[in-house]
């Protein structure tokens, strides 16, 4: 069965500072992975995905997310955080060549940078 | 482009009080999806189409929700009767389709079951 685990329920850095918000997934064979974000009384925006190739993936507002295999793990980065970054942000997991498994959520990581 | 539009935006009835919620997704989108998001929680899905058909509902509770996709296009979905615990934020999202595609999410209906 597919799941996808956000450790931390709150990450709090200041301005400037780098950040990363941790997911880690289980799925059976490769995965689809997303990173999306959502501000107050708003929908989940897409924010970058990994399908395959380099581990490193590129996304909106400087995020950038790396993948690792052997960890199983999606981590979402920025080098330096803006208060603007502020939102909660969900990762999620979809196995690779099967539309019909499901998308699965994180439980979302609420991001707050402080100036 | 417009985005996926969701309407009402919020929405409060009193316990076994009928709703209804409508999704237009963007257009061209052939798979359209009905999320719940409980308070503090992620999405978790409650059907999935593939142009008019239901590829995915096995976790529509069907003794009370029910959901539908005419043409292909616009999706209702509705809750009768509502009970106290199907207050959350009901999303809907669209994509082109393909396991690889992204999601884009409206910007939801809150419903508040008093």
């Not at chain 1, 995965?31 to 996304?59: A, C, E, S």
């Not at chain 2, 616009?74 to 009901?90: M, R, W």
């Amino acid at each position: 069965a597919q799941s996808v685990a956000q450790p931390e329920d709150q990450v709090n850095v200041a301005e400037g500072n780098p950040l990363t918000v941790k997911c880690t997934y289980s799925v059976s064979g490769n995965p689809y992975l997303f990173w999306y974000v959502q501000y107050p009384n708003r929908g989940l925006q897409f924010l970058l995905k990994y399908i395959t190739g380099d581990n490193l993936v590129k996304g909106s507002y400087g995020f950038e997310a790396e993948f690792n295999k052997s960890q199983t793990s999606f981590h979402l980065k920025k080098p330096s955080a803006l208060v603007s970054d502020s939102a909660l942000y969900f990762c999620a997991v979809r196995a690779l060549y099967s539309s019909a498994s499901k998308i699965i959520f994180g439980s979302g990581t609420r991001l707050s940078i402080r100036p | 482009e417009a985005g996926v539009v969701q309407s009402p935006r919020y929405k409060i009835i009193e316990k076994k009080q009928p709703v209804a919620f409508w999704c237009n997704p963007i257009s061209g989108h052939n798979t359209l999806y009905w999320y719940r998001q409980n308070l503090g929680q992620g999405p978790e899905l409650l059907i999935r189409y593939e142009n008019e058909e239901a590829v995915d509902d096995s976790q529509l509770p069907k003794d009370r929700f029910s959901a539908e996709r005419l043409k292909g296009v616009d999706s209702t979905l509705k809750i009768q009767p509502a009970e106290l615990g199907d207050s959350a934020v009901y999303l809907c999202a669209s994509s082109p389709g393909g396991a690889a595609g992204e999601l884009f999410f409206g910007e939801g209906s809150r419903l508040t079951v008093l």
